[in-house]
Structures are given as C-alpha cells and as structure tokens.
C-alpha cells in the first residue's frame, strides 16, 4: 500500500495533465489542487513504512479519499478522455461506486 501511494503521487508530478483535466472546475488553481494531492499521497504512502505513523496515515488516506470523491463526481458528469482515449460512463462509475470503497477498506484494513 506504501508503495501504492508514493507511485500514485508521483505520477502526479509525471503527467499533471491527467489531473488537471479531473479536477472540478470550480476551483480556481488545478496546478496547487494537483501540486498538494501529489504531496499529500507520497507523505502519507512514506508514513505507511512507520509503523509509529501507519495508523495515523491510514486515517489520512481515508480522509483524502473521501475529499477525492468530488473528483469522481466530476468525472462521471463531465465524461473524461484523454487525447483520443475515453473512460467508458460505467467505468467512471466503477471507479466511484467499487475502486474508492475498496481503497478505503484497504486503508482501514492497514491501519493495525
């Protein structure tokens, strides 16, 4: 799961323009959306290796997961496609209603 995390915030830093075109549009700065999420995963996934803070940081993630939901939303109401590539509607839904509770259970299930 550690490792999980600190791939998945880097990848923000490696292709912010996947990002960029998730996040909802009511807010003003993508670049800062997508600069602190990335942040936010790879110190919470680098938290995960102690065993001091892994509880702390499973508590986190949940949390982040949950402030991620509006991202979800966005998507499954916008469409999303990158360049000539485009997540199906029931993916997007999939992705809300399957992948984001299992993360969180992941979490949950790690924090002991």
Same mark, same amino acid.
């Given at each position: ?15 912010? &323009? /996947? ?11 993508? %670049?800062? #959306?997508? !600069?602190?999420?990335? +942040? ?19 508590? &986190? /993630? ?11 939303? %966005?998507? #499954?109401? !916008?469409?999303?496609? +990158? ?12 992705r809300l209603l399957l992948f984001?509770?299992?993360? /969180? ?8």
């Open positions: 799961m550690a490792i999980f995390y600190v791939m998945a915030g880097t990848n923000h830093f490696r292709n912010p &323009a /996947i990002y960029y075109t998730i996040i909802p549009s009511f807010f003003s700065n993508p %670049y800062i #959306i997508n !600069t602190a999420s990335g +942040i936010a995963e790879i110190l919470l996934g680098l938290l995960l290796f102690v065993p001091q803070t892994r509880k702390l940081a499973c508590y &986190a /993630i949940i949390c982040m997961l949950v402030a991620f939901i509006p991202a979800h939303i %966005y998507m #499954i109401k !916008t469409g999303w496609c +990158i360049k000539d590539f485009c997540l199906p509607g029931w993916a997007l839904w999939a984001q509770p299992l993360l /969180i259970l992941w979490a949950w299930y790690n924090r002991k």
